[in-house]
């Protein structure tokens, strides 16, 4: 009993407002919202580490690094590598993830 009060309490403190944790992978089900949501990285300016956690969240909202890997013919330990914290996928790495998303990469004039 004191285990259970001890887990209440200590999500109390990680959320204190109470609000339901918010996952963005249940919000990227078809091609259209994850060019979307990596369209957002990009604007931002994304940095190497976030564009590795963005591949991640979707490869988590599409199904999982095991899909992924049948559909990139990458080894699922090699995904998770150059999709880790420190990983540093190749930019044929991240081509084969993105496509497997159903989406591709365009390029726009910089405006200043």
């Given at each position: 009993m004191a285990k259970?009060?001890?887990?209440?309490?200590?999500?109390?403190?990680?959320?204190?407002?109470?609000?339901?944790?918010?996952?963005?992978?249940?919000?990227?089900?078809?091609?259209?919202?994850?060019?979307?949501?990596?369209?957002?990285?990009?604007?931002?300016?994304?940095?190497?580490?976030?564009?590795?956690?963005?591949?991640?969240?979707?490869?988590?909202?599409?199904?999982?690094?095991?899909?992924?890997?049948?559909?990139?013919?990458?080894?699922?330990?090699?995904?998770?590598?150059?999709?880790?914290?420190?990983?540093?996928?190749?930019?044929?790495?991240?081509?084969?993830?993105?496509?497997?998303?159903?989406?591709?990469?365009?390029?726009?004039?910089?405006?200043?």
């Amino acid at each position: 009993m004191a285990k259970a009060k001890a887990t209440k309490t200590n999500a109390k403190a990680k959320n204190p407002l109470g609000l339901a944790p918010y996952d963005p992978a249940d919000y990227l089900r078809t091609p259209k919202e994850v060019a979307m949501y990596l369209e957002a990285f990009f604007e931002d300016g994304v940095d190497h580490e976030s564009l590795v956690h963005a591949l991640g969240v979707i490869a988590r909202a599409r199904g999982g690094m095991s899909k992924l890997a049948k559909e990139t013919g990458i080894s699922r330990q090699g995904l998770y590598k150059a999709i880790a914290k420190d990983g540093n996928p190749s930019f044929e790495t991240v081509m084969k993830i993105i496509g497997a998303f159903g989406v591709r990469l365009s390029a726009q004039a910089a405006t200043s």
